[in-house]
């Protein structure tokens, strides 16, 4: 299951980025 968050993000940097979409694909089922 993929999840997409969309906003406003903060790369390596701290720096924001806006209008960025990120797809984490978990490897495992977890809660946290």
Same mark, same amino acid.
Do not use: W, Y
């Given at each position: 299951?993929a999840v997409k968050i969309s906003g406003v993000?903060?790369?390596? #940097? ?16 977890? #809660?946290?």
């Amino acid at each position: 299951m993929a999840v997409k968050i969309s906003g406003v993000l903060k790369d390596g #940097t701290g720096k924001p980025v806006q209008n960025c979409t990120i797809q984490l694909k978990a490897k495992r089922n977890s #809660t946290t």
